[in-house]
């Protein structure tokens, strides 16, 4: 990396960081879903900014004792909040609600019990505890508050008897039967669920949920197949995959990081293909994943009527794709590519230079949806979680500083143990040097 | 009534009484039975009429009985109708996107509901020379009409008359499945037994099961103009078939103006000032929507009801389907079973088969077993969905490695000319070897392309092979044989590479 790339990546690092400092309530250390007015939080964006925080003291952007005291807001606020569950509560068994109000912290718009977003919320939490090792009174009450939440999380509550765990639960309906398959973002929450010393879930769950996997030759790469960008980067944001493998990947002979690298040269193939004759795609401006596109105009090209998708996840080769890509997730794949993916973003952000407000990427734009003037349609404000993504990613791609903390964090390593994951550095002792 | 309409509704009482002359003919005089037959046929659908053509090619002395009509629910009421009623709606489809083809759209497109459903009597009359008591009989099956029940291991009763055989074959196939939704059965609803006597469209249909039999009406009707609701109370629809192909399917849909409904259950129906009120659940939120038809089972009941089954020692299982083993042999030795009254699959081609392995092991005393058989199935939306052999999720299940060749449909030629493009084929093979173990077609005629590759896994092709099987150019099939090249692109290691350039190099030194 030349010296001029560094310096663009710890700006860009840097703006992403800022959206944490200007979207979280301090007074309960809850972050905002988006910068968008009225704006509730996300539990999994809470996640991202507690993971934010260690990286920012160590690039000297955070005190050490405001990120303790940041950190210990949300975790404070956690563990006193309201886990019976009720339509108005804030969690039930250790989970959380999707969605929270930002200030007394209740469900809103009828969210989910998510366990996808409460697993990252809790990595976010593990980070936090792993970094804060000082014996101050703070930093133990920190750890400590971190342990009470993680053990508290009723893992085996949410497998709710089946093979697999439940997406979601809802005091309304009970859980959701989403009939999620495939490889997904989840791997961190089957970590997190094998690793758990109070309720830990059964191996043969991972097991089951990997025998809906399906490994694909497409456009010429074999890959662990899923649409969506962000599902190849998620996890990775807190587990170094390099070398590390499962059942599946060691019958593969690959592994998840390599797969995700794959991942980004299939997006590229679709857009240089681009089989639905959108205005912007090639090898060089891709980035098909979850994030906010246009819905309310409507999309007419030689009389052709198409559809628009708003907040989607866009996925390849077979859509929804309406035109929209996600400069975020082209940038959060940065540590599985850093050559294609700088070479990438610097062309779409010559290319579309309004994608970047504050020195931050716009979750999504679309230059089919040109205006009259010609500027591409654009996202309005941030997201959090594009902006957290995006932070870590950097970080591991600079110092793989949030690797190492998780590389060192026994419920990682036991969960990934339990996951059927060996080699790499779960063989040596201590997972490398925190 | 203009004297267009007279018109139609004198050739649809012709194209209808055509079609009663040879599936039910009035005047028909039940055989006298002379002796043993070798060979007894309950139901005339279409494994019945495969298993009489068949034992009357071999010479073997056969009955066919027959409750209703010949042809059973594939001529009468299922594949015919349905895909004849899907042609059409494919041609209003094509003249609304026009565009897409660089056509202009016709100013006035206008359904005719009438000119449809008329088509689709015509084409039934057609089709039910090719099966008509007449000729069955003409090719020396005896054809009975009238309710049959065994009385022993070696009888059976037709309208109260004794009929002896040495070997008798179940074929009564299946009728629709009818959830139990309070107030659906006052209110009245659809099954594809009465869909197309419908003589005029509803302007709101709701769909009750998001299977195949749902998902092709749903789109058919919406295609004709019908504001289309698909209701399913699972996550996914098409559950069988592998997510992209229902993701592809789901914008489709999007696009024709289906509305679909997942992970929802229909709770009651009600009437109110003639509008069908359906009370709906999905996880915590309910609505009722109100519609003017409903069109529901999806799922099959065997017909087994009057047979006296127990009598001679044949069991059902728990969804009510004889119970045979791999040859599909009965609980009783002399009786065997064949089609949709003892078989999960409810397709046409699989009935036949079954048909004939039954006569085969019956009277041949051959042992074809029934599972050595390799079933395509089709789903015949706008595109297709075509399936043959192993899916990934029951690989997996099985413990077999699995890895799947995929080629989308934006690749391929024939498709981009077309404006096909929406599709993939995906063929799985074993672990690291290129032995077919199943593959999945989306494309708009992905039922016709699905066969070269059942070919090629009866025939033990594998893919290496497949692709030194040249694909007319350009065609959509091509797709097929590109799976395979991509297939053959996997052999080119970098070891293989380097010792090909080694090779070349010592027997072509480089100047």
New interface residues.
Partial sequence: MTRQEDTWLDQLQRAAFEYFLRTTNPRNGLVADNSRMDSPVSIAVVGFALSAYPIAVERGWMRRDAAVQCSLSALRFFRDSDQSGGPVATGFKGFYYHFLDIHSGARVWQSELSMVDTALLIGGMLVASQYFDAETADERELRALVDFLYRRVDWCWAQDGADTIRQGWKPECGFLHYGWEGYSEAILLYALALGSPTYPIARDCYKNWTLTYQWENLYDFDCLYAGPMFIHQFSHAWIDFRGIRDEFMREKRSDYFENSRRAVHIQREYARRNPREFAGYDENCWGLSACDGPSDEHLDIANEQRRLYGYAARSVPYGPDDGTLSAPCVLASLPFAPEVVLQSLRNMLERYPEVLQDSRLASGFNPTLAGAEGRTWVAAGHFGLDQGIVFLMIENHRSERVWQLMRANPYIRAGLQGAGFRGGWLQSSAGGAR | MSSRDDAASVSAEAYAREHRANTRPADWRNPSAGGRYQLAIVGAGPAGIAAAEFAASLGIKVALIERKAIGGVNLNIGSVPSKTLIRTTRAYADMREA??FGASVPGDVRVDFAAAMERVRRVRARLSRDDSAQRLAAAGVDVYFGEARFTASDTLTVGGKALAFRKALIATGARPHVPDIPGLAEAGYLTDENLFELTELPRRMLVIGGGPLGCEQAQAFCRLGAQTTIVQN???FLGQEE??AA??LS?TF??DGIEVRL?TTALAVRTASGTKLVDLIS??YRNTIGVDAILTGAGRTPNVEGLDLAAVGIDCDASGRIRVDDFLRTGNANIFAAGDVCLEHSFVDAARASARIAVENSLLRRNRRWSGLVVPSCTYTDPEIARVGLS??EA??LGV??????I?M??IDRAVTDSE?SG?V?VHVRGRTDQILGATIVARHAGDMINGVTLAMVAGIGLRRFSRVLHAYPTQADAIRQVAD??N??RFTPRVRARVRRWIESRWPAQ
């Fill in positions: 565009w897409r699972k996550p996914l997510r992209d993701q592809i914008e999007a696009r992970n996880d915590d990934v999720r997996n299940r490695p699995v890895k799947t060749f995929t989308p934006h690749e493009t993939f995906k991509a297939y692109r996997t």
